[in-house]
């Protein structure tokens, strides 16, 4: 959420990232998943087919 925040999400917005990261951060066995980074992000999002905001879209780098 924090790094959303620092983006320039807003804060409804910001937990949708922050989501996002926990849901893929379970995936890993570390406790902090070090390869959790946009990429990561973007490809998780498109395996999950996943309908979000257009602001964390943009944030990704994904197309609307």
Known sequence: ????????????????????TGALSVTSPRTINPGVDQASLKAFVQRQNAQLDEAVRCLLGLES
Request: hydrophobic share 55%.
């Open 1 to 20: 959420m924090i790094a959303g925040l620092a983006a320039g999400l807003r804060p409804d917005k910001a937990q949708i990232l922050g989501n996002l």
